[in-house]
């Protein structure tokens, strides 16, 4: 397994690419199941998440070509040779579960494996279960996979009200919707840009779509998608990483492609923390306002709110600022693992339950420490370029999963980061 050697040395400046949102990506890529034309994707992100996608939709009879150095995703469904999304895939990556909606919707049947992901927490996917059932599915649940059928053949319209807010169970739903007949009412739906994007890339196909980025979505419909050619959006939790770059280091960092409407809460959290944001031709440029980080509070919140993918980033910031913060982890449950890891670097931090109270230290120390999940893997790797001394993180494959060239990026900026080949 890889690891990622940072020799902490002050102040980083620079400009740095934002990728298209993983997040988006990984559910614009199951939508080429719900039509036989095809379905491109441009400013698609290479990631080993994406590279997961791609073997599952080939499993599944799809033909995916990754073109112009992977940042065209060319997709096919002509038909769905194999309706059958194996635990051996599935298990790699929770956003599997999202081939399940568009199966049903087209063919009136799948079975896909109950799946994995970061172990953040228990993460059910009864919303997701719920919703195709409120449409019309007979689902059974046996040996790890969820056996779906839909009554009569064919998905049907219905008002779907999620208990509370879900960002992969509103996807499913809309997906299947967009193919149902009759009219689907998704209400407490999430608002996340990336539910945006995937809307945005449905109604190009044809689907008649209302009301995305509020709380209640209204699909029409239709007997069959046709192909598209869909920009992914930019990266919200990509570019709120690289934004905490100048905050944690000093110096002063665009984010090309950055848009302050994608991170709102998170702005302003790094505004009340003593950090300046403002909007440039080309994106965002970050830089502390004075020499200080000052303590804050954050809460994570659906969109608007503060992104829980962007918790442990923050984390890492907090851990060097003037006084004590508190965050709130309302997502997951299991969200703070990083703390033991920022501990080990010098940092102050007490977890109870779903609260991690962060006490600021001068300076943090390099140490060898390990990636438990995606998000915690780059809040270390923050860390480590405003600690002194070296830092080894390990376990970097987390990180693979959802930054791309992230050593790169960094040494544009002037950062001592070189990646140690297992
Ligand atoms: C997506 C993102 C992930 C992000 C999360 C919250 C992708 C591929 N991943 O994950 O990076 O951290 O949104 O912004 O887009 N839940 C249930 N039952 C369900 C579904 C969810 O109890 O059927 C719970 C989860 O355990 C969690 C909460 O609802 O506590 C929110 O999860 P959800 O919004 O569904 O997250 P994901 O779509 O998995």
């Given amino acids: 397994m890889d690891s990622i050697l940072v020799r902490g040395n002050g102040a980083l400046s620079g400009a740095i690419p934002i990728a298209g949102a993983k997040n988006a990506c990984l559910t614009l890529m199951p939508a080429t199941l719900l039509s036989d034309e095809p379905l491109t994707l441009t400013n698609a992100p290479r990631l080993s998440d994406i590279a997961t ?24 469904s002509h038909k769905i040779s194999n309706h059958t999304a194996d635990y051996d895939i599935v298990r790699k990556m929770r956003a599997s579960i999202l081939v399940l909606g568009p199966m049903l919707a087209r063919d009136g049947h799948a079975v896909v494996s109950l799946p994995g992901g970061c172990a953040i927490g228990a993460r059910p996917v009864d919303l997701h279960l719920m919703a195709l059932e409120a449409m019309g599915a007979e689902l059974d649940l046996r040996d ?40 689907t009412v998704i209400k407490n739906a999430a608002r996340e840009p990336e539910i945006v994007d995937l809307a945005q890339c449905l109604r190009k196909m044809g689907a008649q779509i209302e009301g995305e980025g ?10 069959r998608l046709h192909g598209a050619t869909h920009p992914v959006v930019t990266d919200r939790i990509e570019l709120g990483t690289y934004m905490l770059v100048p905050a944690i280091c000093g110096g002063e960092v ?81 969200r703070f693992m990083h703390a033991p890891e920022l501990t080990r670097m ?19 120390k390099g140490a060898r420490v390990m ?36 050593e790169e990026k960094l040494r544009a900026c002037g950062a001592q980061i070189e990646r140690i080949k297992a």
């Avoid at 059928?149 to 739903?173: H, Q, R």
């Avoid at 509020?214 to 007997?223: E, K, L, M, S, Y």
């Avoid at 890492?316 to 913060?325: F, N, Q």
């Fill in 53 to 76: 996608m791609t073997q599952l939709l080939q499993s599944l009879g799809a033909e995916v070509a990754a073109l112009a150095d992977g940042q065209v995703l060319a997709m096919s």
């Fill in 144 to 183: 790890g996979y969820v056996h779906a059928k839909a009554i009569g053949g064919k998905l049907k319209g219905a008002v779907v009200d999620f208990p509370f807010v879900s960002v992969g169970a509103t996807e499913n739903a809309l997906m299947a919707a967009t193919l149902a007949k009759g009219t």
């Fill in 214 to 223: 509020t709380a209640t979505i209204t699909i029409q419909g239709v007997d």
């Fill in 254 to 334: 665009e984010c090309i492609g950055g848009r302050l409407d994608l991170v709102g809460a998170f702005a302003e959290r790094l505004d009340a923390a003593g950090v300046s944001v403002t909007e440039t031709a080309r994106g965002l440029k970050v830089s502390r306002k004075n020499g200080r980080i000052n303590a804050v509070n954050v809460m994570t919140a659906p969109f608007p709110g503060f992104p829980t993918d962007l918790q442990a980033q923050m984390m890492a910031l907090l851990c060097t600022a003037d006084g004590v913060s508190v965050l709130e982890e309302r997502i997951f449950e299991n």
């Fill in 346 to 364: 010098g940092a102050k931090i007490e977890v109870h339950g779903g609260t991690a109270k962060v006490t600021g230290v001068s300076k943090l």
């Fill in 371 to 406: 990636a438990t999940d995606l998000r915690a893997s780059v809040s270390l790797i923050l860390a480590a370029l405003a600690a002194e001394g070296e830092t080894v993180v390990s376990r970097v494959y987390h990180l693979d999963r959802g930054y791309e060239r992230v």
